[in-house]
């Protein structure tokens, strides 16, 4: 007797519609604000890069953006209006 294993992601937990998770590498926290930054050698001055950012790492993602004059602003997570949409049942 032999199992078959299937070769399913198990992430999806942590992936599934309206979970944002934060960006700091190995965290699995969903995140509460978007980090916008800029770094100027490689992005046109308008572009904004973002981040994701979970309460506990906020601020350790603020002050690396900081330390290299890459931050630009932190807006609050909202779910974008399309998604909202598609819950009421
Ligand atoms: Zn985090």
Not at 29 to 48: G, I, T, Y
Not at 59 to 83: M, S
Request: charged residues 25%; contains cysteine; proline residues 8%.
């Amino acid at each position: 007797m032999f199992l078959h294993l299937e070769g399913r992601p198990i992430t999806d937990f942590f992936s599934g519609p309206g979970f944002l998770k934060c960006s700091r590498s190995g965290c699995t926290a969903q995140a509460s604000v978007r980090l916008l930054w800029n770094n100027p050698r490689v992005h046109e001055p308008s572009r904004r890069k973002e981040w994701l950012a979970c309460p506990e790492h906020q601020a350790w993602l603020t002050q690396y953006l900081q330390e290299r004059n890459f931050f630009k602003d932190t807006v609050p997570l909202e779910e974008p209006a399309e998604q909202r949409k598609e819950h009421g049942d």
